[in-house]
T-cell receptor, first 115, second 110 residues
């Protein structure tokens, strides 16, 4: 079946602009995660959604970052007033239903460049 | 928080050679995954292995949870095995979020 999809694949923006990144998880996966990969910080967790529960936002680096998940499926990560340090690859993953220990599958990522 | 250390950071092999990549973690986990990041940045699932041993073709992995380490074995390496290999662990009671190591960059020469 289809894997996790993300759009756009690449995004170039100017400092100070807002951006929205989209993730479509694998059908039937109720848990969804956002991570980012940057040169200085490696791969780091940002935010986690599980069903109708309140999201775990503990990894968001600043209040300029927010995310929502509508209808228990598609998620959007929004970065307001982008800064150059936000340049990174943003990865989305969804998890096999069941326990939180189950396997995660990643999308191809969105490469964000802030000029 | 939990620390994940991978070794070696870089590895250069001749095609056909075998290798072992190691992942140490500092606390108990209920999830451990190995990934291969291809040149386009996609994370490819290799193994979901919170404990025990698994094999898939030329690759195999072993996790000894009680001693907090995992090993990824690559046999008869091929140039297509090149890329970065990541170990990621899921700490208990943290909703399944993964903590990644810094990766091992493998280069297989023809």
């Amino acid at each position: 079946g289809a894997g996790v999809s993300q759009s756009p694949s690449n995004k170039v923006t100017e400092k100070g602009k807002d951006v929205e990144l989209r993730c479509d998880p694998i059908s039937g996966h109720t848990a969804l995660y956002w991570y980012r990969q940057s040169l200085g910080q490696g791969l780091e967790f940002l935010i986690y959604f599980q069903g109708n529960s309140a999201p775990d936002k503990s990894g968001l680096p600043s209040d300029r970052f927010s995310a929502e998940r509508t209808g228990g499926s598609v998620s959007t990560l929004t970065i307001q007033r982008t800064q150059q340090e936000d340049s990174a690859v943003y990865l989305c993953a969804s998890r096999v239903p069941g326990t939180s220990a189950n396997e995660q599958f990643f999308g191809p990522g969105t490469r964000l460049t802030v000029l | 928080g939990i620390q994940v250390e991978q070794s070696p950071p870089d590895l250069i092999l001749q095609e056909g050679a075998n290798s072992t990549l190691r992942c140490n973690f500092s606390d108990s986990v209920n999830n451990l995954q190995w990934f291969h990041q291809n040149p386009w940045g996609q994370l490819i699932n290799l193994f979901y292995i919170p404990s025990g041993t698994k094999q898939n073709g030329r690759l195999s992995a072993t996790t000894v949870a009680t001693e907090r380490y995992s090993l990824l074995y690559i046999s008869s390496s091929q140039t297509t095995d090149s890329g970065v290999y990541f170990c990621a662990v899921g700490p208990y009671n943290q909703g399944g979020k993964l903590i990644f190591g810094q990766g091992t960059e493998l280069s297989v020469k023809p």
